[in-house]
């Protein structure tokens, strides 16, 4: 196992920020640290990067105990949320800077820093300054910073906070493309779901200082431990017998299509099934229509008096509120 984090605890001013905090890494894996703020992420991402001490516990990094290592020496990169570049630097200045604090020759500096400068698509940035530079620009030259080094282990620190939606998405998919590039193994902190969809391999879901769930982003979604997983973790309808469905699972179709109709008389819905036939349709009618963009959200009521939530993409022909639809789960 390349990375080992073994019974973590920790505290400040008597209250328990981390309580046996316990996972492990595979080389080359993007594991993503998920919950809300103040859960204690952010602290084990420290802990490991060695700026925080640990009251219990161990870091076992490629078969070494780094633990009481200096942050220097642990031959791990960390991306802060505000980035921390340098102003005063230009852009080649920020990049070459671990490499200058690791005694690299000159020449071998100016080597590497061009060719991670080419990688991450900033070959013709290497003289501007920080504040010239846009905000996936700038975590662009974070992001080479970190890698020119070539560490173990790469830490990532709510990355896409500063950045706008459309940005974000992007940079979500380079760093993906950068990690996988350099076989580099990352760990990501973030309390944007979202961000864990796309990059993890595994992630780790926190609530107030535990774990609540290890386990793949699509297992996360589709298989929640607990409520506390289910409502963190994108949106549900619960049903009538304490079980909950996805959104994208409610279909809705047109009342008058003869082909449903006939699936619709197969027989009548009942939530008391412990398996639901798919093909048995319910009658529903449409309470309110919710436009997202590219999504059309429908908050349905059905015969039984409950509500559920399903999406639908923009096609352009939306339905209207009051309209009556066949709805399966």
Do not use: W
Not at 30 to 55: E, M, Q, Y
Not at 64 to 81: A, G
């Amino acid at each position: 196992m390349f990375l080992e984090v073994k019974g973590l605890e920790k505290n400040y001013d008597g209250k328990k920020i981390l309580n046996n905090i316990e996972f492990e890494l595979e080389k080359g894996e993007i594991l993503c640290l998920l919950g809300p703020s103040g859960c204690g992420k952010t602290t084990i991402l420290n802990i490991i990067g060695g700026f925080v001490k640990p009251d219990q516990g161990s870091i076992i990094l490629n078969k070494k105990d780094i633990t009481k290592m200096l942050p220097e020496k642990r031959e791990i990169s960390t991306v802060f949320q505000s980035y921390g570049l340098f102003n005063h630097r230009n852009v080649f200045g920020n990049v070459e800077y671990g490499l200058k604090f690791k005694k690299i020759p000159k020449r071998e500096r100016i080597k590497k820093v061009k060719e991670v400068l080419k990688i991450v698509g900033l070959e013709d940035y290497e003289n501007r300054k920080i504040h010239e530079l846009s905000g996936g620009q700038q975590q662009r030259v974070a992001l080479a910073r970190s890698i020119v080094i070539n560490p173990r282990l790469i830490l990532l620190d709510e990355p896409f906070s500063n950045l706008d939606e459309n940005l974000k998405d992007a940079m979500r998919k380079e760093l993906k493309r950068l990690v996988n590039y350099f076989n580099m193994t990352a760990i990501l902190v973030t309390h944007d779901q979202e961000d864990a969809f796309i990059i993890a391999d595994k992630v780790i879901l926190m609530k107030e200082g535990e774990i609540v769930q290890k386990d793949t982003p699509v297992n996360l979604y589709n298989n929640p431990n607990s409520n506390f997983s289910l409502n963190f973790i994108g949106r549900s309808n619960t049903l009538t017998n304490g079980d909950f469905i996805r959104p994208e699972k409610v279909k809705i179709y047109s009342e008058d299509k003869t082909e449903e109709k006939k699936i619709l008389k197969e027989g009548s819905f009942s939530f008391n099934k412990q398996k639901m036939n798919q093909k048995r349709l319910i009658n529903g009618k449409i309470v309110e229509v919710i436009f997202r963009g590219t999504l059309i959200e429908y908050v349905i009521e059905i015969d039984i008096g409950l509500e559920l939530s399903t999406f639908e993409l923009n096609s352009g022909n939306i339905r209207e509120v009051g309209e009556k639809v066949l709805v399966r789960l």
